[in-house]
């Protein structure tokens, strides 16, 4: 599994690849970017709230891509790399 990229849980504590971040921590943040047909896509990731995708100065897209934009299926596959298909 991949470990997010910040957290700010005083659990964690900056330990951001122990088990209890990467599985359960709701404080765990993942920051990416998908590319489809060439256009990036920055996002961040949180097990709670789900993916946001961002613009480029990194502020949430007023309008987040309809459920049949083709960045889901990229998204799909991003998870599984992440948490190993045990997500
Ligand atoms: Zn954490």
Redesign the pocket.
């Known amino acids: 599994m991949k470990p997010?990229n910040f957290?700010n849980?005083i659990?964690?504590n900056g330990n951001?690849d122990k088990d209890?971040?990467i599985k359960g921590?709701s404080?765990?943040q993942w920051v990416d970017i998908l590319v489809v047909n060439g256009k990036k896509y920055p996002f961040e990731f949180n097990q709670r709230f789900g993916p946001v995708f961002l613009r480029k100065d990194g502020e949430p897209k007023v309008n987040q891509p309809s459920e049949k934009h083709p960045v889901w299926a990229e998204f799909e596959k991003w998870l599984k790399e992440v948490f190993n298909d045990k997500h």
């Open positions: 997010p957290c849980s659990n964690c951001l209890y971040c921590c404080h765990a």
